[in-house]
Structure formats: structure tokens, C-alpha cells
């Protein structure tokens, strides 16, 4: 194996290990939520979840399925900037949800 393909599968550890984080974080939040009946915390939980696990899936499985499918002239820059828009949008949503659950009123 050369280095490049060894820094590969060490981004890609590392992408796993922070997806697993991310989605301990989302669950103690929805417990958190559960245990509160708080809104504030299930507008945390989505944000989250939005941000950290869903953003991310977007991009990798997005990246995945470009590279894999056939290349036509352009094509590949349209389903990029889509993928972008899509991920851009999903971590808008986000924000907004994490916003939301500080200015929520019980």
C-alpha cells in the first residue's frame, strides 16, 4: 500500500470516529429530550443531527455516487453543485434548528 492510499483510510477512520461521536452526542440529546419533554431539546437534537450526522452522509455518499457513476462532459459539475446545494441546505436547517432551541418558550 502506498502512502497515499494509507492517509485515504486514515481520513476515513477518522470520518467514521467522528460520525459515531456525533451520533453518541444526537442520542444523549433525544435522551435528554425524553427525559425533559423540553422543546428546546428536541430542537437541539435535530440540529445536531442535522449538522453532524446527516450534513455529513450528504457529502460522503453524494462524493461516492459522482465519482462512481458515468462521466459525461459537465455532468459531473451539475451533480457536485447540487450535492452542495443539498448539504448547504441541510446544514442550514440545522442552524436553524439550533437556533431555534435557544429562543424556544416553554
Known amino acids: 500500500m502506498n502512502v497515499g492510499g494509507g492517509l485515504l483510510w486514515a481520513a476515513a477512520g477518522v470520518d ?18 425524553r427525559q425533559s419533554g423540553s422543546r428546546s431539546m428536541l430542537l437541539l437534537a435535530v440540529g445536531l443531527f442535522l449538522l453532524l450526522v446527516v450534513a455529513e452522509v450528504v457529502a460522503v455518499a453524494g462524493g461516492v455516487f459522482v465519482e462512481s457513476g458515468p462521466a459525461r462532459e459537465g455532468s459531473a459539475a ?19 434548528a439550533l437556533v431555534g432551541s435557544l429562543y424556544v418558550r416553554e
Open 16 to 33: 467514521l470516529l467522528v460520525l459515531v461521536g456525533a451520533l453518541l452526542v444526537t442520542w444523549k440529546a433525544t435522551v435528554a429530550y
Open 78 to 96: 451539475i451533480a457536485f453543485g447540487v450535492l452542495g446545494l443539498l448539504e448547504g441546505g441541510v446544514r442550514l436547517c440545522g442552524v436553524a
